[in-house]
T-cell receptor, first 115, second 107 residues
Framework: GAGVSQSPSNKVTEKGKDVELRCDPI?????LYWYRQSLGQGLEFLIY????????KSGLPSDRFSAERTGGSVSTLTIQRTQQEDSAVYLC?????????????FGPGTRLTVL | QKEVEQDPGPLSVPEGAIVSLNCTYS??????FMWYRQYSRKGPELLMY????GNKEDGRFTAQVDKSSKYISLFIRDSQPSDSATYLC???????FGAGTRLTVKP
């Protein structure tokens, strides 16, 4: 079956512009996560959705970052007024439910470059 | 101090070598310990997970957890060039990842 998909795969933008990154989770997965991966920094947790609500948004680095999820499915991560330090790979993952050991399935990521 | 510390490497070994990858953590509330493998330009994929202290084996891979020392390891026996990837440890309750260790296995 289809895995987690993300779009675009690559995004180059100018400093100060807004960007939207999209995640399509595996159908039926209730939990959805956004992470940021910078070189040598590992995966930095950004936000977690359970259904359409976000019980944990503690990882969002600033108020320029926001995310929403609609219909318990697609999620969009928006970065306003992008800065060069926002350049990274943004990964989305989904998992079936709330079980702690449910496997997270990752998408291929969106590589964001802010010039 | 980061909650999860992992040496980013890079680590280069000859084919057939035993590889040891390690992470330390500070949060004693972590309950589950996972290892993910990430090939270049791909998302991470779950390799193994463990819950209790001790060893768990899956083919050439062994995951080890020492909760008293807050230390986890992944061993790869008879390493192959196809094992070349970045290996990330992760911990749950809250999903927290290490920086990832980039491994290259040379033929």
């Amino acid at each position: 079956g289809a895995g987690v998909s993300q779009s675009p795969s690559n995004k180059v933008t100018e400093k100060g512009k807004d960007v939207e990154l999209r995640c399509d989770p595996i159908s039926g997965h209730t939990a959805l996560y956004w992470y940021r991966q910078s070189l040598g920094q590992g995966l930095e947790f950004l936000i977690y959705f359970q259904g359409n609500s976000a019980p944990d948004k503690s990882g969002l680095p600033s108020d320029r970052f926001s995310a929403e999820r609609t219909g318990g499915s697609v999620s969009t991560l928006t970065i306003q007024r992008t800065q060069q330090e926002d350049s990274a790979v943004y990964l989305c993952a989904s998992r079936p439910g709330t079980g702690v050991v449910d496997t997270q399935y990752f998408g291929p990521g969106t590589r964001l470059t802010v010039l | 101090q980061k909650e999860v510390e992992q040496d980013p490497g890079p680590l280069s070994v000859p084919e057939g070598a035993i590889v040891s990858l390690n992470c330390t953590y500070s949060n004693s509330a972590f309950q589950y310990f996972m290892w993910y493998r990430q090939y270049s330009r791909k998302g991470p994929e779950l390799l193994m997970y463990t819950y209790s202290s001790g060893n768990k084996e899956d083919g050439r891979f062994t995951a080890q957890v020492d909760k008293s020392s807050k230390y986890i390891s992944l061993f790869i026996r008879d390493s192959q060039p196809s094992d070349s990837a970045t290996y990330l440890c992760a911990m749950s309750g809250d999903m927290r990842f290490g920086a990832g260790t980039r491994l290259t296995v040379k033929p």
